[in-house]
């Protein structure tokens, strides 16, 4: 274990500092041998430059230098990974990492992405990935949001994995093979990898935090609630971190309300409860505003399911003071929507719906390209019965988006047209979305919303046919 940590240390440090050997700084000579690894690569190195929407491209490029290839894979209506990209990956200190590994981003909407989802899930967004390009195969794998020192750490020890050096004790080795397993969909194989690998370690391994959420985020995935619970239970209070606490949290709330009333349900709500007040309180080292008002939302929302109205209500609002500080801060209206999303839920939640149509109809002028002020307009409208207005908008969003997003949004305009009487419309939009998921590539298909799609459509032309 010690050999590795040393391994991994003497890897970091020299991929942090100007003038190693490992890594190829021309300008480090201008850095003054006083500033911190970070200081001085922020000042001599530009944000890393991502290879976007053309994988074959970047797997060429890393195959030919020799590189790992990270690949992000994200979505435009995906709050964390705006935030990713706006704050964490942009951060000037990872720089020095494109040394050793090609970076690629892919909008999992696209056609283009689909071979790429065949081989490798996405479950969760944004999903970050370390791959060996030469033979395709996983050494990093992270889902969610995270530090940017977090992220630092996966591509070290994924390029640990690369070179093949290091050695590993029990724990790392069923962690590797856990992250390959998540990655790959198996999800029953991941999570007993993941156990082992948390059972195998010490307290204070460095990875621990890491391998307890991917034990219970795939015990969440699996839809084995009572097992979630558990490990949640055992094991929250021990993860730490920028975004792990909160999301191991609100996957163990999510697997309580699948149990039945009694002592296990109650358990671990209160496990998930504690842990997020005290994240609230003490935002993890690295957590970005994204990060603290997911976790404040998730947060409330446990206190209202438990019955605190009062405790609920305050971590909304809280949420909000922080999400419209940051807004206002944001240099551009592309920064700015970043905190869209979670202001408008935060907006509907307090009984303020109509401020949250003001902000998404001035993003809507601001971003007259983009699919999601719209789309999310549309679904406020929706919430306040301001339907011919929500059909209106949501309209605009499907014009705009694509992939299987688009069909989501067909989903909320058949809903709305449901609920305006307009049976016709409703039956002509039912069977556009259940064609587009039916047509839909391996990759980026979905059998649930299919299903889903096609028993929506055989009860709508029920009640035509009545």
Same mark, same amino acid.
């Given at each position: 274990m010690l050999a590795r940590v040393t391994r991994r240390l003497v890897l970091l440090a020299a991929l942090l500092v100007p003038g190693c050997a490992e890594v190829s700084t021309p300008a480090a000579s201008s850095v003054p041998a006083s500033s911190p690894p970070a200081v001085a690569a922020a000042a001599v190195r530009p944000p890393i430059v991502f290879i976007e929407d053309d994988l074959p491209a970047a797997t060429a490029r %890393?195959?030919?230098? @020799?590189?790992?290839? /990270?690949? !992000? &894979?994200?979505?435009?209506?995906?709050?964390?990974?705006?935030?990713?990209?706006?704050?964490?990956?942009?951060?000037?200190?990872?720089?020095?990492?494109? =040394?050793? +590994?090609?970076f690629a981003a892919i909008d999992t909407d696209q056609p283009s992405s689909a071979a790429f989802l065949e081989k490798?899930?996405?479950?969760?967004?944004? &999903? /970050? /990935? +370390?791959? $060996?390009?030469a033979k395709d195969q996983v050494l990093g794998y992270w889902s969610g949001s995270g530090s940017v020192e977090e992220i630092r750490d996966l591509i070290v020890e994924s390029l640990?994995?690369?070179?093949?050096?290091?050695p590993k004790d029990a724990a790392e080795a069923a962690f590797a093979t856990a992250r390959r397993a998540h990655?790959? @969909? !198996?999800?029953? @194989?991941?999570?007993?990898?993941?156990?082992?690998? +948390? &059972?195998?370690?010490?307290?204070?391994?460095?990875?621990?935090?890491?391998?307890?959420?991917?034990?219970?985020?795939?015990?969440? @995935?699996?839809?084995?609630? =009572?097992?979630?619970a558990r490990a949640g239970t055992a094991h929250l209070g021990e993860i730490t971190g920028a975004a792990m606490p909160a999301d191991a949290s609100s996957y163990v709330l999510d697997c309580a309300e699948h149990l039945?009333?009694?002592? !296990?349900?109650?358990?671990?709500?209160?496990?998930?409860?504690?842990?997020?007040?005290? +994240? &609230?309180?003490?935002?993890?080292?690295?957590?970005?505003?994204? $990060?603290?008002? =997911?976790a404040l939302g998730t947060f409330a929302e446990g206190l209202e399911a438990m019955g605190d109205a009062a405790g609920a209500k305050k971590g909304q609002e809280d949420r909000l003071a922080l999400l419209e500080a940051a807004a206002r801060a944001a240099k551009t209206p592309d920064e700015a929507h970043t905190f869209d999303y979670?202001? %408008?839920n935060t907006y509907v939640a307090l009984g303020r719906a109509g401020e949250a149509v003001q902000m998404l109809e001035q993003r809507e002028r601001e971003l007259p390209t983009s699919y999601e002020p719209p789309a999310r307009l549309a679904g406020v409208l929706f919430k306040i019965g301001k339907l011919p207005e929500a059909e209106a908008a949501i309209d605009r969003a499907i014009a705009r988006a694509y992939g299987p997003r688009r069909l989501r949004y067909l989903k909320l305009r058949a809903d709305i047209q449901k609920k305006r009487g307009d049976a016709a419309g409703e039956l002509a939009t039912l069977r556009d979305e259940v064609k587009g998921y039916a047509a839909l590539p391996p990759g980026q298909a979905s059998p649930e919303a299919l299903a889903d799609a096609r028993a929506r459509l055989a009860e709508a032309e029920t009640r035509s046919a009545k």
């Open positions: %890393a195959r030919a230098e @020799g590189k790992a290839l /990270f690949v !992000d &894979t994200w979505a435009p209506w995906c709050h964390s990974c705006l935030s990713m990209q706006e704050y964490v990956l942009r951060d000037p200190s990872l720089r020095p990492l494109a =040394d050793h +590994v090609v490798h899930a996405v479950k969760a967004w944004p &999903t /970050f /990935f +370390v791959l $060996d390009p640990a994995l690369l070179s093949d050096s290091a990655a790959a @969909g !198996d999800l029953a @194989g991941a999570a007993r990898s993941y156990e082992a690998a +948390v &059972t195998a370690s010490a307290a204070a391994w460095r990875t621990r935090s890491a391998a307890i959420l991917g034990w219970i985020q795939a015990l969440h @995935g699996g839809k084995a609630w =009572d097992a979630c039945p009333e009694g002592p !296990d349900r109650k358990a671990a709500q209160a496990a998930a409860i504690a842990r997020l007040r005290a +994240v &609230t309180t003490h935002p993890g080292e690295g957590s970005t505003i994204d $990060d603290r008002a =997911d979670l202001r %408008a």
